[in-house]
């Protein structure tokens, strides 16, 4: 099955500096790859997904890379804001079922 | 707009007590229907999912089952709570099949005591 490794666990950055967080995964028929952002107490939020048959997608302050050849694709927070501080979590899915990375807690410290 | 309720929004529950845990979509027909379990604010676990009324596939053995006893609701039960069933569940929708976007509710605190 697949496995999707996520990197790092932590992450603390200053406001206003960028965070990337990394994910990786081995099923080559992963074709949709979503990130999500779960603030304390709270479920995940759909933030940005992206598609096999893109490389980039960019919406305001976030952006979402994908290399299928390397199997691996990322999150970027340009700006960081103290109310970005959350964990994040990756996943792949191959069609059939979600696979999640195991989360990113990142802190943006004022 | 689809929205997901869940509820309760915390329970805390005696060893060997009964559990239910209830979640429904509104504004979608037919949607795919999952219940997570997250130890430790990480590791989102898939613990049981639905394809429609009375369809339910358990993805791990455990102490707890899953109903669809309607269209858009989805139960989470146990007869006997163990300690080890602590723990963030979460409800989840998604429109198609297990490799569709998946939308998440606002979760439920389960503790043990």
């Known amino acids: 099955g697949e496995n999707v490794e996520q990197h790092p666990s932590t992450l603390s950055v200053q406001e206003g500096d960028s965070a990337v967080i990394k994910c990786t995964y081995s099923d080559s028929a992963s074709n949709y790859f979503p990130w999500y952002k779960q603030e304390l107490g709270k479920g995940p939020q759909l933030i940005i997904d992206?598609?096999?048959?893109?490389g980039e997608k960019k919406d305001q302050r976030i952006a979402v890379t994908l290399n299928k050849t390397a199997k691996h694709f990322s999150l970027h927070i340009t700006e960081t804001q103290p109310e970005d501080s959350a964990v994040y979590f990756c996943?792949?899915?191959?069609?059939?079922?979600?696979?999640f990375g195991t989360g990113t807690s990142l802190t943006v410290i004022p | 707009s689809q929205t997901i309720h869940q509820w309760p929004a915390t329970l805390v529950q005696p060893v060997g007590s009964p559990l239910s845990l209830e979640c429904t979509v509104e504004?979608?027909?037919?949607?795919?229907l999952y219940w997570y379990r997250q130890a430790a604010g990480r590791g989102l676990q898939l613990l049981f999912y639905?394809?429609?009324?009375?369809?339910i596939s358990s993805e791990v053995p455990q102490n707890l089952s899953a109903s669809r006893p309607q269209d858009r609701q989805f139960i989470l039960s146990s007869k006997k709570l163990l300690l080890s069933d602590s723990g963030f569940y979460l409800c989840a929708w998604s429109i198609s099949g297990p490799g569709d976007t998946i939308y998440f509710g606002e979760g439920s605190w389960l503790t043990v005591v």
């Open positions: 639905s394809v429609g009324i009375g369809q």
């Open positions: 504004g979608t027909s037919n949607p795919n």
């Open positions: 996943a792949a899915s191959n069609g059939n079922q979600f696979y």
């Open positions: 992206i598609r096999s048959n893109v």
